[in-house]
């Protein structure tokens, strides 16, 4: 049995439960970070020096962080091909994908555009901030664009890890007020997202409570 400690509500916690829902994996979770607190404790320290969501534990295995080494972790241990293919040169083009996603698109919206949106009280927001984070945002995005004009997925034509990284915050890319280029092919590909029942359990799902 997994173990995961973190919010339902953390984009980092919604990608390691997608990604546990897409392998049919059971699991208990426990709220742990923002208004739920523990993340301070000597316990919870002990398990991740950080302080940071999610944690998890395999068993009674030890404690792992960090999310994409989790999602590597449970696809070289849980997965197949072509979700996470054996074969190194096929495994590195989704590890790279997957990587490409986490630095360029998860850092440069997370912080820079959804903490600005949602996480900060309209009086304190910077709107040209927000717009030159987008445009930033919006040249990553392009990259995608391209990339799934030609596939399906971001890795290629199958559903991979690459995806569970990258797709996770199309989400609240969609959902917060911000203008948005036109992107069909991204747009397309997030609309094929929503109908995968994990994605709209596990992801698709309300951040209210982050709003200041």
């Known amino acids: 049995m997994l173990t995961i400690w973190g919010r339902t509500d953390s984009s ?12 049919g994996l059971p699991c208990r979770r426990i ?10 404790t000597a316990e919870f320290r002990a398990m991740n020096p950080n302080g940071t969501v999610p944690v998890l534990q395999d068993g009674d295995g030890p404690f792992l962080w ?15 091909a072509p979700f996470w ?4 040169i096929a495994r590195a083009e989704v590890d790279r994908w997957a990587e ?9 919206f997370t912080a820079p ?5 949602v996480r900060t009280p309209a009086h304190r927001r910077d709107p040209a901030a927000v717009t030159a984070a987008v445009t930033a945002l919006s040249g990553k995005l392009a990259i995608a664009e391209a990339r799934l004009a030609r596939h399906d997925h971001l890795a290629g034509p199958d559903f991979t890890l690459a995806d569970i990284q990258f797709g996770h915050l199309l ?10 280029p036109d992107l069909p092919a991204l747009a397309a590909y997030y609309d ?10 596990h992801v698709m799902v309300s951040y209210d409570a982050l709003r200041e």
């Open 171 to 180: 989400f609240r890319y969609y959902d917060i007020d911000i203008d948005r």
């Open 31 to 40: 709220d742990a970070g923002h208004r739920f607190g523990m993340v301070d």
């Open 85 to 88: 293919p054996g074969e190194p």
């Open 113 to 117: 555009v959804f903490w600005h949106v």
């Open 66 to 80: 960090e999310t994409g080494a989790i999602l590597r972790y449970l696809a070289n241990r849980y997965a197949a």
């Open 12 to 23: 980092n916690v919604q990608a390691l439960l997608w990604c546990v829902g897409e392998l």
């Open 100 to 108: 490409w996603s986490k630095i360029n698109i998860a850092l440069g």
């Open 192 to 201: 094929r997202l929503t109908l995968r029942p994990a994605y709209r359990e």
